[in-house]
């Protein structure tokens, strides 16, 4: 079956860099969107950035200028950049994506999670 394993999480200082992985494994016929949300305690998930099939990318305001988001189809893979990074960066950071298996079904995988704290 498709899973999606993100690594690449930790502890960093304000104004620090972090980057994120994110490996999809499996039956694999190919990935439409990919993206990443975060979940900070007590707060809902919201969208991070995203990126589809053909390069075009969204960010939420918030990191917009200070995250990269990129993809490598060869790898089955996204990473995000993250740079400048702020206390209200910290929360657990997800990876998802939609994935055609090798059987032609179409749906929606999530990661397991990272986390990523932002402190001094």
């Known amino acids: 079956q498709v899973q999606l394993v993100e690594s690449g999480g930790g502890l960093v200082q304000p104004g620090g860099t972090l980057s994120l992985s994110c490996q999809a494994s499996?039956?694999?016929?190919?990935?439409?969107?990919m993206g990443w949300y975060r979940r900070a305690p007590g707060e809902q998930r919201e969208l991070v950035a995203t990126?589809?099939?053909?390069?075009?990318?969204t960010y939420a305001d918030s990191v917009k200028g200070r995250f990269t988001i990129t993809r490598d189809d060869d790898k089955w893979a996204t990473s995000l950049q993250m740079t400048d990074l702020r206390p209200g960066d910290t929360a657990a950071y997800f990876c998802?994506?939609?994935?055609?298996?090798?059987?032609?079904?179409?749906?929606?995988?999530w990661g397991q999670g990272t986390q990523v704290t932002v402190s001094s």
């Open positions: 499996g039956n694999i016929f190919s990935i439409q969107h």
């Open positions: 998802n994506a939609g994935i055609v298996d090798a059987m032609w079904n179409e749906a929606d995988y």
């Open positions: 990126i589809s099939r053909d390069g075009h990318t």
